[in-house]
């Protein structure tokens, strides 16, 4: 009988690989037809799964993690017609129907029809349809026609993993965040947070044709990732103002476009360094974002947080200045990145070598094994991006 091994989360701050049950081409009790079985090539370690790992999200005890798949088809169901076993695929973190309104108006993150309690689903993640997540050996994909990228050439494929697996998720999330935030040929950027999205970001804003991309950080090791590959950087533990810190890069103290790569644990800076304050990315980035500019938010905020500073946090309820915002005219886009929106893009633009963007984002190869420690490594600010390994398939490669 067929054997399958997942990540699975077992209370704040713990998380431990388990067997789980192999995946099978069914939806409850009828056989989902449009559906395939992947054997996972690469799977991620998200930010996002990082906050339920803290326990600042209502995610069950048992949860299979992992929402940033790539995978190799090894069954099809009957109804699947463009998708063959053998097939490598990019498998965006969006569960999508491609029937719905949404679907059909290119909103594939709110699909209506993959999740009872919301409009969106995810792969492993709480509140996002109870999906099977793909931190593991094998995973059900739905809908495959319409959800699955696949790579144009296997071998070819096999050579840039180490960039392609970021399509399921964090390049175009980054890119979203940029595309959102008007970015474009000779923008000046600031990006709130150095991690992996952040530093998606900043390559995407490069790839857009930004003039100056200034990536704002706590973390020392982050802020050197950031550095090198051509980015400016400041340094959030600082005295001098975010402002002052721009001023002294772009020789004025504000910028065209701002991107949000942080989210709802977002910390105070200067004097405030460490003490958590989840309004102050978004307040400050209405404070250096030019009047008319425009901020994007990939950053993850959340409707019920446990941990939350205080009751009105809790909720997802926080101290935004949207009077200042509203005076200087900022558009402001929320939520999560429609990934089909942009992968195919972006792939070409991996296979063509116009961004490395595993570089960038300082990516490394881990066991399946090792994920616990990966996790752990991550959340003590770690300037990597973690990419399990199931199969050894990256390892051969």
């Known amino acids: 009988m067929a054997t399958n091994r997942g990540v699975e989360y077992m209370g704040p701050g713990k998380v431990e690989v388990h067997s789980i049950d ?38 069950p005890v048992g949860l299979v993690l992992g929402h940033e798949i790539t995978g190799e088809v090894i069954e099809a169901g009957r109804d699947v017609e463009f998708i063959h076993v053998g097939d490598l695929v ?54 495959a026609d319409f959800n699955l990228l696949k790579f144009p050439d296997k071998a070819r494929a096999m050579e840039k993993i180490r960039d392609l697996t970021l399509l399921s998720d ?3 999330t980054g890119y979203h965040g940029a595309v959102t935030a008007g970015v ?29 991309v200034i990536v704002g950080d706590m973390i020392p090791e982050r802020l050197d990732q950031a550095r090198s590959f051509g980015c400016e950087v400041v340094d959030l533990r600082s005295d001098a103002s975010l402002c002052d810190q721009i001023a002294q890069i772009a020789g004025v103290p504000e910028v065209d476009s701002a991107v949000d790569c942080v989210g709802f644990e977002a910390k105070g800076h200067g004097k405030d360094a460490g003490v958590e304050q989840p309004a102050t990315v978004l307040n400050s980035l209405m404070t250096i974002t030019r009047a008319g500019g425009a901020l994007g938010i990939p950053g993850l905020y959340v409707t019920d947080d446990p941990g939350g500073v205080d009751a009105s946090a809790k909720s997802g309820t926080l101290g ?14 929320t939520g999560q990145c429609p990934v089909m929106k942009y992968h195919r893009q972006l792939m070409m633009a991996i296979l063509y070598d116009k961004v490395q963007i595993a570089k960038a984002c300082n990516v490394e190869v881990i066991s399946l ?26 390892k051969a490669a």
């Open 22 to 59: 192999f995946p099978k081409l069914a939806l409850g009790d009828r056989k989902c037809e449009h559906g395939v079985i992947l054997k996972i090539v690469s799977t991620n370690i998200c930010g996002s799964d990082q906050h339920m790992v803290r326990g600042r999200t209502t995610a």
């Open 90 to 143: 990019s498998v965006p973190f969006n569960i999508a129907c491609g029937r719905c309104r949404n679907c059909k108006e290119g909103k594939t993150g709110v699909c209506l029809n993959v999740n009872p309690s919301r409009p969106g689903a995810a792969f492993g993640y709480v509140d996002m349809g109870g999906w099977v997540g793909g931190q593991a050996e094998y995973v059900m994909v739905p809908y």
């Open 369 to 394: 094994d090792d994920a616990p420690k990966g996790y752990k490594d991550f959340d003590k600010g770690a300037a990597k991006k973690f990419v399990l390994d199931p199969h050894g398939m990256l």
């Open 170 to 172: 964090i390049f175009p």
């Open 184 to 212: 474009g040929t000779g923008s000046v950027v600031y990006v709130a947070g150095a991690g992996p999205v952040g530093l998606a970001c900043a390559a995407a804003c490069q790839l857009l044709g930004a003039a100056i």
């Open 320 to 333: 935004i200045r949207i009077g200042l915002g509203w005076a200087k005219s900022h558009t402001l886009s």
